[in-house]
């Protein structure tokens, strides 16, 4: 297993080794004593899963307060995503900065966005699915999320110019700015 940090260090780019022969392959895509061996240190209790129809749908950006606020490890298993975690922990250096990676099946990479992240992706590719596993259930009252074109993050979403397909929910969340500090540094 390779880990490499993005530019916010505590976000970080996993990518299992894969094994193949003339039957397909094999890949560990998580293994606790691996990521224990890298210093990632997390339980997770839920694993999830979505697909996205078409190209240009974008999930997020959210994140779940404590006490069920949530690490994620997300990865793609057919097509593509453009992956974006935003740092909402105040007194962070980092605070409303955004890094962003592609994920793809064909790259078979994975990526990890710790608690205090606000997270969200948009599909590049059509009938793209995501699965991911967290280390806290989804509770609804904790449930939270950042406008996904919040100006003072500006995130450099790759939409060729397309307006992206949101869930009803996710055109209705408050700037960064409209927050209370949910997570301290």
Known sequence: MQVES??????????PKKFGDHRGFFSETYSKPAF???????D???????LSAATGVLRGLHFQIPPFAQDKLLRVVRGRIFDVAVDIRHG????????????????????????GFAHGFVTLEPDTE???????????????????DD???????????????????DTRHPRLAELPA???F
């Open 6 to 15: 993005l530019a916010i260090p505590d976000v970080k780019i996993i990518t």
């Open 36 to 42: 224990e061996a890298a210093g990632l240190h997390l």
């Open 44 to 50: 997770f209790v839920q694993d999830n899963q979505s």
């Open 92 to 115: 962070s250096p980092s605070f409303g900065k955004w890094v962003g990676a592609e994920i793809s099946a064909e790259a078979w990479n994975q990526i990890l966005v710790p608690k």
């Open 130 to 148: 995501v699965l991911y596993k967290v280390t806290a259930p989804y509770a609804p009252e904790h449930d939270r999320g950042i406008a996904w």
């Open 151 to 169: 100006p003072d993050i500006a995130v450099a979403w790759p939409l060729d110019g397309i307006r992206p397909t949101l869930s009803d929910k």
């Open 182 to 184: 949910h997570f301290t």
